[in-house]
């Protein structure tokens, strides 16, 4: 799988959008880029997935470039809830031998009043 | 229903003593995920089970024993642990297709 590079560490406001970037320069024409966030001491949690075009589900807003080498994650009104880790992670979504997800350091987001 | 369900909350145990965790879905996925997780770290695979048969082991001591008895259900077996295998154990799963994987609450695990 495609190795990921997050920043460690971000702030943000409550009530604005939050921008999480997400470089993967050696991603495959068939690998998916995954996100996942993990709030403290539970387990991760599926925030949204995408292939080349962008995607929204009712957590955030994907937007992936057009060259598919990074990729930024909008969550469009942050809250205090949403203070977590934020994984990016890309893989091919079937393979013979198994599905595996293989987290990188990911980014501490803290969300503040 | 999106849920996946992990016990014990919490446990300790003795490096001598056997102990297991129980991970069940009623999802209908077929393909299930041991994790460990250490103190800010990200979560590490351990074990996928596919189709109720071991399809990976990413290199797992022996002292750690997956079995998976039927679909909705995921145990693992403890034996004979370190302390450093003290740490937060997450299960999951997934259908094999589509792979979104989703986790359980985890059992966090203390080896005196």
């Known amino acids: 799988d495609a190795k990921t590079t997050q920043p460690p560490s971000m702030d943000c406001a409550e009530g604005r959008a939050a921008n999480l970037p997400c470089n993967h320069s050696t991603i495959s024409g068939n690998e998916y880029v995954y996100w996942y966030r993990q709030i403290h001491s539970q387990g991760p949690q599926y925030i949204i997935h995408?292939?080349?075009n962008n995607e929204t589900n009712e957590m955030a807003s994907l937007i992936i470039t057009e060259d598919r080498k990074s990729s930024t994650l909008i969550l469009p009104h942050a809250t205090l809830r949403d203070t977590a880790v934020y994984y990016c992670?890309?893989?091919?979504?079937?393979?013979?031998?198994?599905?595996?997800?293989?987290f990188g350091g990911g980014t501490r987001v803290l969300v503040k009043p | 229903d999106t849920e996946v369900t992990q016990t014990p909350k919490h446990l300790v145990m003795g490096m001598t003593n056997k102990k297991s965790l129980k991970c069940e879905q009623h999802m209908g996925h077929r393909a299930m995920y041991w994790y460990k997780q250490k103190a800010k770290k990200p979560p590490e695979l351990m074990f996928v089970y596919s189709y109720e048969k071991l399809s990976i082991n990413e290199s797992v001591p022996s002292r750690f024993s997956p079995e998976c008895p039927n679909s909705s259900l995921l145990n693992l077996h403890l034996h004979a642990l370190q302390p450093e295998d003290s740490a937060l154990y997450l299960c999951?799963?997934?259908?094999?297709?589509?792979?979104?994987?989703?986790f359980g609450p985890g059992t966090r695990l203390t080896v005196l």
């Open positions: 999951a799963s997934s259908q094999v297709s589509p792979f979104t994987q989703y």
């Open positions: 992670i890309v893989r091919v979504t079937q393979q013979a031998a198994g599905n595996k997800l293989t």
């Open positions: 995408g292939l080349k």
